[in-house]
Structures are given as C-alpha cells and as structure tokens.
Nanobody
Framework: QLELAESGGGFVHAGESVRLSCVAS????????VTWFRQAPGRGRQGVSVINVSGGLKQYAEVVKGRFTVSRDHDTVYLQMNDLQPEDTAVYYCAAHSTYISAWAIVSYYPFWGQGTQVTVAA
C-alpha cells in the first residue's frame, strides 16, 4: 500500500511562487504515476498536472500551463507554481496510480491520495 503526504503550501501574494512536494510516507512513490489535483472552496476537485513514472511525460490543465511545472526525483514529486493568482487558491492534493491513462484528471481513478496542503494567494 501507498500513503502520500504533501507539503509546501502556505500564504503568498499574487505573482509569487510556491513549490509543493509529494512523498510516500509508506511505500515507494518511484513506481507510480503521480497527479496533482486541487480543490477550491465550493468546487469539485480539479486535475492540475500529471507525471509518469519516468518523468518523461507531463501534462497540465490549460489554466496552469506556462506557470506550473511538475517534476520528480526518486521518491518525491514536485509541483513548482509560479506567478500564482488568487484563483489558484485551493487545497492541493497528490494522488497516485500504477498506470498512466490519457484521462488522467479523473478523480475516481486514483486509489492513493494525500491529505492535501492549503495554498492561499492574496491579491
């Protein structure tokens, strides 16, 4: 089994940057596809970015393209978020699955989830 933990969230102002990390507190993350989701108050969970096992395949939601970058290093997956805007305010979650699929933003596909980390962006 895999247990995930996110870190790196916080309070920033518009235009600033934050880097989130996702690690496995139990199990090994290196053999899993990892996807970042976010959930803003009153809204559903939204897929932000996915990275495959090798790190050679990365995809992004349109609203974050050019500002967010996903990467991985051994057992840690990162989400570098630049030029943050108030609409990026959300709880950010990492999720994992053993297999990549093109419909990577489907919430129900992922059996393993972290507890989330809050990112708040003030105008």
């Amino acid at each position: 089994q895999l247990e995930l933990a996110e870190s790196g969230g916080g309070f920033v102002h518009a235009g600033e940057s934050v880097r989130l990390s996702c690690v496995a507190s139990k199990g090994t993350l290196s053999s899993y596809v990892v996807t970042w989701f976010r959930q803003a108050p009153g809204r559903g969970r939204q897929g932000v970015s996915v990275i495959n096992v090798s790190g050679g395949l990365k995809q992004y939601a349109e609203v974050v393209k050019g500002r967010f970058t996903v990467s991985r290093d051994h057992d840690t997956v990162y989400l570098q978020m630049n030029d943050l805007q108030p609409e990026d305010t959300a709880v950010y979650y990492c999720a994992a699955h053993s297999t990549y699929i093109s419909a990577w933003a489907i919430v129900s596909y992922y059996p393993f989830w972290g507890q989330g980390t809050q990112v708040t962006v003030a105008a």
